[in-house]
């Protein structure tokens, strides 16, 4: 993110900032803290928001510490379940119902909570920060390891940062004279699941916009991968994927255009 561009952005008709901690397709990590900072000078009464969900339990966050008056979070992102997500308010921050109807448990919609999923969320959540700078530095390496071996076959990119700038979990790789959801088909044979660019706009079957912002070129985000690690995952499976990896990708690249 643009720190400069966002300073001169900001002005004081500006009521709300929403930026992600991570983006959930190349794992960048963005200054979320300075840029609160920057909102709050030039506009103390604007909100900020941040959408957390692929940064939470994946790299250290302290709300507080952030200054952020909104934050929001996802169940399955951290192996919960699914159809269940937090919404922080920081105290003093009014936000308005979603949906009128008989008042229940909560204010921002009528009804009662998903207890079963809420349950779900908070114990993986606790799963999770049972050692979790351990946790995140296993996810490190095997990240890293997965990069590093992937970025050996020939005519392969990586999309977005390396290092403490990209969250633990992200692998983001763009195959050369390969289609991404080719590739998701051929590794699944061999039971290794990844996903062919973001899960939110892939029945699209258009190139991802946050890939071509970075400068790739369109038959490269056509070719970009997602691949994500655990806590749960070893050493082993990453061996085991970048064993069958150059295979898959020589024999759809000599299928589609005759590249060995």
Not at 40 to 69: M, Q, R, W
Not at 110 to 127: C, D, H, Q, R, Y
């Amino acid at each position: 993110m643009d720190l400069e561009k966002l300073a001169k952005t900001v002005d004081s008709r500006t009521i709300l900032v929403s930026i992600a901690a991570a983006n959930h397709e190349i794992g960048t990590l963005q200054p979320i803290k300075e840029a609160v900072k920057i909102v709050k000078e030039k506009n103390p009464v604007a909100l900020f928001h941040t959408d957390c969900s692929d940064a939470y339990c994946k790299t250290p966050i302290n709300v507080k510490d952030l200054g952020v008056d909104l934050m929001t979070l996802s169940g399955y992102k951290v192996l919960g379940p699914r159809g269940v997500g937090v919404l922080y308010v920081k105290d003093g921050v009014a936000v308005d119902k979603l949906l009128e109807g008989q008042f229940g448990t909560q204010r921002l919609w009528p009804g009662v909570e998903n207890t079963p999923l809420i349950m779900g969320f908070v114990k993986a959540s606790e799963l999770a920060y049972q050692n979790l700078e351990e946790n995140i530095s296993h996810m490190r390496k095997l990240r890293d390891a997965l990069i590093d071996g992937i970025l050996r076959i020939p005519a392969t990119l990586l999309n977005g940062p390396r290092g403490e700038k990209r969250v633990s979990d992200n692998v983001n790789i763009s195959v050369l004279h390969c289609e991404g959801e080719a590739m998701t088909i051929e590794l699944s044979l061999n039971g290794i699941y990844i996903s062919s660019g973001s899960a939110c706009t892939r029945r699209l079957l258009q190139p991802s916009h946050v890939i071509t912002a970075i400068g790739r070129k369109y038959e490269e985000a056509h070719g970009s991968i997602l691949m994500k690690v655990t806590r749960y995952h070893t050493l082993e499976d990453i061996e085991y994927v970048l064993q069958v990896m150059p295979n898959a990708i020589g024999r759809l690249r000599k299928i589609s255009r005759g590249i060995e």
